[in-house]
């Protein structure tokens, strides 16, 4: 397993966002070795008044492996026009 934990404040025109990649286990347990996966999770939130808006998703993706999820978050903070309406 793979610790991540990624946390960028992106700015997209006037508005700003929390950037956040993370490993995560899988709780549900609902097959055999479930509880020692790992999935890697993107998630954007907008700050507004300097306060994350952890309620409203704006972008939400898991991924399977840390590459994808670092490449991913990296991609984002590049093109975020690409992955989510500002």
Not at 3 to 19: A, G, I, T
Not at 38 to 58: G, L, S
Not at 61 to 81: F, M, Q, S, V
């Amino acid at each position: 397993m793979r610790d991540l934990e990624l946390k960028n404040v992106l700015k997209v025109d006037d508005k700003e966002f929390l950037v956040s990649t993370i490993s995560m286990k899988i709780r549900h347990a609902f097959f055999d070795g479930d509880d020692d996966k790992v999935v890697y999770e993107t998630m954007v939130f907008e700050i507004i008044d300097d306060e994350v808006q952890y309620h409203k998703t704006i972008f939400n993706e898991r991924y399977n492996t840390p590459d994808e999820a670092i490449a991913e978050h990296g991609a984002i903070l590049k093109n975020p026009k690409a992955f989510f309406i500002a």
